[in-house]
């Protein structure tokens, strides 16, 4: 079965450490998408992709920095890890259902920044 | 911009009872409506979806209707059940960018 898949699913990182968490789907989706998770915030977008060498800024991409060299993989890069970047990574991939793009979500990559 | 409230949780319900999770949105077009479920652990899946106004949508006995009138797409089940519980995502979409609330937790206890 065609699916999305996120690694590491935990990573423990030192402040100032560079950090990349992969995404992998197996879909042939265009789109990507690199979401955070934050208790009160729900899902706030970091960074996007509509094909191969294509990358766009979200609300929350600041400290964050995206590569899209195949289809299949948008890995996300903290350059320097923050205390405030302790957060739930998720990566989505989406496709079109009809009239509306549907979004299909990895497991999330919980990272914790000391 | 474009922005989804839901109702703060926890939302704690004995097995059986019936289901709401309120959810409105803003939109500055025409935006598709979805909820989303996560599992303890998991990513989010998709519960239900719809397109237009009037369009209801349904899934393992979850509905949602979408009112244009009322920017509000509600999240209802007639009977939970332990395994519904979960966080809920109400989500807005506009070409390819889902804008989500910020989560109802549900408990479910026998």
């Known amino acids: 079965d065609a699916e999305i898949t996120q690694s590491p699913r935990h990573k423990i990182t030192e402040t100032g450490r560079q950090v990349t968490l992969a995404c992998h789907q197996t879909w042939n989706h265009n789109n990507m998408f690199w979401y955070r998770q934050d208790l009160g915030h729900g899902l706030r977008l970091i960074h996007y992709?509509?094909?191969?060498?294509?990358?766009n800024k979200g609300e929350v991409s600041d400290g964050y920095s995206v590569s899209r060299s195949n289809t299949e993989d948008l890995p996300l890069t903290l350059e320097s890890a923050a205390s405030s970047q302790t957060s739930v990574y998720f990566c989505?991939?989406?496709?079109?259902?009809?009239?509306?793009?549907?979004?299909?979500f990895g497991a999330g990559t919980r990272l914790s920044v000391l | 911009g474009d922005s989804v409230t839901q109702m703060e949780g926890p939302v704690t319900l004995s097995e059986e009872a019936f289901l709401t999770i309120n959810c409105t949105y803003t939109?500055?077009?025409?935006?598709?409506l979805f909820w989303y479920v996560q599992y303890p652990g998991e990513g989010l899946q998709l519960l239900l979806k719809?397109?237009?106004?009037?369009d209801k949508g349904s899934n393992k006995g979850f509905e949602a209707t979408y009112r244009k009138e009322t920017t509000s797409f509600h999240l209802e089940k007639g009977s939970v059940q332990v395994s519904d519980s979960a966080v809920y995502f109400c989500a807005l979409i506009i070409g390819s960018k889902l804008t989500f609330g910020t989560g109802t937790r549900l408990q479910v206890t026998l």
């Open positions: 939109a500055t077009g025409y935006p598709s």
């Open positions: 992709s509509y094909g191969v060498h294509d990358t």
């Open positions: 719809a397109t237009k106004a009037d």
């Open positions: 989505a991939s989406s496709a079109r259902a009809g009239e509306v793009d549907i979004q299909y």
